[in-house]
């Protein structure tokens, strides 16, 4: 059965979504992404992490097919939504692009205003998460977290993490750009015409992610 995404909450798709996944993966893999977790929780967002009245930083980034494109011209000329995702492997990311796909995107086109994803994973990564969650809005590549790590919210899989990777069969660096396995925090961040952060939502736990009911506050309050 298809949660309905008009009416439920990103939470509510993954906390759907975990008992299948655990049960899947099993007792120890499910324990170390616990254990995981709950150190991201206990950590927090990162206090150098970019802050409302913030620039956003320039930079190129690419699309599916690899062509680099100046970050500014897919903003457009108004207020435009930057969701930072992990990349196509991870589940709880697709849940919530599809989600947002499903109740953002619309919402987002009727005031106006653009929604970009983007994961430091390789071009092709890029075409695999629209492909997974029937995208029509932009999602593009960050080689290296240029963008990212300008805004301060790249993190990492743990150790024991990248090794429960392993065991399922993928590696968190063979999707990335630059051959390593660092990975922006789940993150959304409204900018303004000027350029300049407006909000700005970092969920240290990947398996938390911004609602859409908040982004469109921070939308509307512009």
């Known amino acids: 059965m298809t949660t309905d995404t008009t009416t439920s909450t990103i939470a509510d798709e993954i ?21 995981e977790q709950a150190d991201l929780r206990a950590a927090g967002a990162p206090a150098e992490a970019a802050v409302v009245g913030a620039p956003l930083p320039r930079v190129s980034v690419l699309d599916a097919d690899g062509t680099a494109h100046d970050l500014d ?31 953002l995107a619309p919402a987002l086109e009727e005031r106006g205003a653009r929604l970009i994803a983007i994961s430091p994973q390789r071009p092709e990564g890029t075409g695999s998460a629209v492909e997974n969650g029937e995208l029509g809005f932009a999602v593009v590549s960050d080689p290296g977290n240029a963008l990212a790590g300008a805004l301060g919210i790249v993190t990492a899989p743990s150790e024991e993490a990248q090794r429960a990777h392993t065991a399922l069969g993928f590696a968190v660096k063979d999707s990335n750009a630059d051959d390593s396995p660092a990975i922006p925090y789940p993150s959304v961040i409204v900018v303004d015409a000027d350029r300049r952060i407006a909000f700005v939502d970092i969920k240290a736990d990947y398996t938390q992610r911004t609602e859409t009911p908040d982004i469109l506050a921070a939308v509307d309050a512009l």
Do not use: K, M
């Open 15 to 35: 906390a759907a979504f975990l008992p299948g996944f655990s049960g899947a993966i099993g007792p120890e893999l499910s324990a170390v992404f616990e254990g």
């Open 73 to 103: 011209d897919l903003l457009g000329d108004g207020v435009a939504v930057l969701v930072f995702y992990r990349g196509a492997w991870c589940p709880f990311c697709n849940i919530t692009l599809r989600h947002y796909q499903q109740t």
